[in-house]
């Protein structure tokens, strides 16, 4: 640590082409983590900072723990790498098996890649696959929202609903969107799930009216929005999208890659919301954001319609060098043991009451517009500098560094998705260090 702390001014960040980040902005002022234990990272000029993020929504337990660490290096000398094409190893059944058992109900057949993205569009691929395997080849469309997140593969920004990461690029055709559930005139300040909205879930009416039913493949939407500033459903929407699925005969998925592993204070939100899609995609919390990992849990019915015919034929043309890599399944397995020890998947359901008094606290804190919770997520929305979208929430997270807390923002909101394993003193801090960097934002 002390040698990259001491070769600060030395490093030369020419090469590192760094992704989702104002490059030359930067590297002209660059912000270094060097360290992490528990609830803190600590910074190359030696600072402790609170981790409001758990990284990036995904280091639940908490950074450094050393059951993690002592499975993966074992690992890596035992069994370094396996295919896992007409291969296999232990790990990745035992791996498999354990997440079985907290998966939503009958959500029970994983299928493993490296990231949220590869999760996505492996959902995706499985569900136009499904379609053409009970003989309904003609389900091509896929259904997105406004607003969502759904990671950076084709797959994921063609359903994805954020322009800035569609306009470069080319999308799938035949993908179509919800609209968002952002609707502040009737929910702003809401607590928890907002009341109005759940009428939008009817939108999907509107599609169905415009390309047929029995064009629609899939429907993938994020429980509680994450990376476009934690949007907690209206009460009902998700009920309402479920049954319109299951009417239409068109699967449901639900990207979990934020809300999996205990986020809301469930296992899933699957379970919090008592509402199970046909597929749900995984990452992040899987391994504690340890090592690279993402999963997708499939149905009964979504696994068995394609895992059938020739016993020697291979059922589904796609998978992952690194899918079930040995030493991820080990991190994955120490993580799992650690959520269940110390109860951390049922742990935001305690603190959720805490956390929601702490952030609605800061309503009275200068530009904020709407204050939005779930679980252990937040975010705080400040009304844009009129000359200068997005400034303030840049401005904040540099503040907040330098306060000695990490804090995340998209435009001008500011997401919280503390470790699992904060405590109700570490909450006020927070919201402390924050209504102080907000009191001093022009
Ligand atoms: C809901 C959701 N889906 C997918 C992804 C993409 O995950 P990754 O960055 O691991 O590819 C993210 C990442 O934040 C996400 O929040």
Known sequence: MNDIANRKNQLDMAAYWMPFTANRQFKADPRLLVAASGMFYRTDDGREVLDGTAGLWCVNAGHG???IAAAVGPQLLALDYAPSFQMGHPLAFDFATALAKIAPAGLDRIFFTNSGSESVDTALKIALAYHRACGQGQRTRLIGRE???HGVGFGGISV?????NRRAFLTLPGADHLRHTLDPE??????GQPAHGAERADDLERLIALHGAETIAAVIVEPVVGSAGVLPPPVGYLERLRALCT???ILLIFDEVITGFG???APFAAQYFGVTPDLMTTAKGLTNGAFPMGAVFASRGVHDALVQGPENAIELFHGYTYSGHPAACAAGLATLEIYAREGLLTRAAELAPTWEAAIHALRDCP??????NLGLMGAVELAPRPDAPGARGYEVMVAALKAGLLVRFTGDTLA???PLIINEAQIERLAATLRSVLADLK
């Open 186 to 191: 009737r929910n702003a300040l809401s607590r």
């Open 160 to 164: 994805g609903g954020l322009v800035n």
């Open 147 to 149: 607003k969502g997140y």
């Open 263 to 265: 986020r809301l204070g």
């Open 416 to 418: 919280f998705s503390p």
């Open 367 to 372: 530009h904020v517009i709407d204050i939005r």
């Open 65 to 67: 723990r050393p059951e």
């Open 247 to 249: 009417r239409h005969g």
